[in-house]
């Protein structure tokens, strides 16, 4: 399980991006604990509340806990990993909301917990924080038995194609997946020795090197947007710079957009205009029977609540009505019946509250595993939009190897040919 933690203020942002449906499919507030209040807006108002006696700023310790996508984790396992994470940073005791989201067939939470101690007057340490999430999370690889992933198993050795959220938006408004860009970039890097090798790498596979404003080197890709070289190759900016040069030589955004213009032809934007119109209307069709599919599911479980509610309230009734009253509630006392008839009310609550949780535990699977299934065909779809994408580089990459030898001087193509010519002949002769 993926543990990813972090010390902030502003509760208003964060419980309406918590409580946000149009970026999850399903949205439900597990626990709201130590709290006067039944909203969570309202709980994080509190804590705010509570911090203005401190001079703490990040009043709030947020907390996503995302389990493998192939696993199926029931709410008592949040709650025990929750359960230890809060023992082992110090926050017991604590206010504290969970959220459940679900979204794509996934299920993952988030526990905020308040920092602040009102009995001492001050917000709870938490150092090392991070280190301790790690090792929470590698022992629940462990001991469930998954799949661990590398960054956790080996610390520092981190997926070098993870990417940041503003990455990943960058690459969703022009329809890309982030991560072929950085593995083609950094593949690129790999298979050259120096600046020039590295550039006609890049062209080679539709990407261009460049000059940028703020960095010494970007890459353009074939729809114009740019691209940090040292973030796309994980290393620091001085490193590129041993290797690259400082750019100042390399061509600036604006020309290489030029340049770019003359390379699209027609023809080519074309292609690449009916490619993403044809990924359109097919995405549209799976996206409306994605609305249907959550919609009915959210009715489906409105209906469970709804059912769960009346049954609470009826048994409520009846285990009240179930207790002595008057002269036969203090006789009941004297002879021990009425503890007894207590203990046996708050025994058939708990079965009643665990016979819930079971139920809206196993709606939640079922329609899981339906969501799943359609995400399996817009998974599909977005292969097939990616893998049309790349051929369509892989075309502009020719194209640009075209251009580059009709930009070459006559004498230089007639040496390059001769050279290759004397190279085959040694070879045949020998």
């Known amino acids: ?44 108002q509190e804590i705010e509340a509570t911090s203005r006696a401190t001079r703490c ?58 920092r602040i101690d009102t009995d001492a007057g001050k917000a709870v340490p938490l150092p ?34 993870n990417f940041t959220l503003a990455e990943w938006q960058q690459a969703k408004r022009n329809g890309q997946d982030p991560r072929w860009l950085k593995s083609t970039v950094q593949d690129c890097w790999n298979r050259s020795d120096g600046k020039d090798a590295f550039a ?65 032809s027609p ?10 119109t044809r990924f359109d209307k097919q995405a549209a069709k799976i996206e409306r029977q994605r609305a249907e599919l959550v919609e009915r599911q959210r009715q489906e479980r409105r209906t469970l609540a709804e059912a769960h509610k009346r049954r609470v309230a009826d ?5 009240a009505a179930a207790m002595p009253r008057g002269f036969k509630a203090l006789w009941a006392r004297i002879n021990g019946q009425y503890k007894a008839q207590r203990l046996n009310n708050e025994a058939q609550t708990q079965r009643t509250r665990s016979h819930i949780a079971r139920e809206r535990q196993r709606q939640a699977e079922t329609q899981q595993d339906e969501r799943q299934s359609l995400q399996v065909q817009i998974k599909a779809l977005r292969d097939r939009q990616a893998e049309q994408l790349l051929s369509l580089r892989g075309d502009i990459g020719r194209f640009a190897k075209m251009r580059r030898a009709q930009e ?13 010519d004397q190279s085959l002949g040694l070879k045949l002769e020998r």
């Open 128 to 161: 090392f924080f991070k280190t301790k999430l790690m090792g929470i999370s590698r022992d629940l690889y462990l001991e469930h038995g998954w799949a661990m992933p590398r960054g956790i198993a080996e610390a520092g050795k981190r997926d070098p194609t």
């Open 57 to 114: 700023r990040q009043y709030l310790f947020s907390l996503s806990l995302s389990p493998p996508s192939s696993a199926s984790v029931g709410v008592e396992q949040y709650e025990a990993a929750i359960a230890r994470i809060e023992d082992r940073l110090g926050l017991e005791g604590q206010p504290r909301a969970i959220v459940f989201h679900e979204k794509e067939g996934r299920r993952h939470a988030h526990c905020v917990w308040s």
């Open 267 to 276: 023809a080519m934007r074309r292609h690449v205009e009916e490619s993403r």
């Open 200 to 264: 006609r790498a890049l062209e080679d596979r539709g990407l261009f090197l460049a000059r940028g404003d703020r960095r010494s080197h970007v890459v353009v890709d074939f729809t114009g947007e740019v691209h940090a070289l040292s973030r796309a190759v994980a290393l620091k900016t001085k490193d590129v710079r041993a290797r690259l040069g400082d750019g100042a030589d390399l061509p600036s955004v604006e020309e290489t957009l030029g340049k770019l213009a003359n390379l699209m």
């Open 408 to 420: 070459m001087p006559p004498l230089a193509r007639e040496r390059g040919t001769l050279s290759r």
């Open 1 to 44: 399980m993926i543990l990813k933690g972090s010390q902030r203020g502003g509760g208003k942002d964060l419980a309406t991006h918590l409580m946000k449906v149009t970026d999850n499919e399903h949205v439900r507030i597990h626990e709201l604990r130590g709290f006067s209040c039944e909203t969570l807006r309202g709980a994080f």
């Open 315 to 319: 048994e409520t009734r009846a285990l």
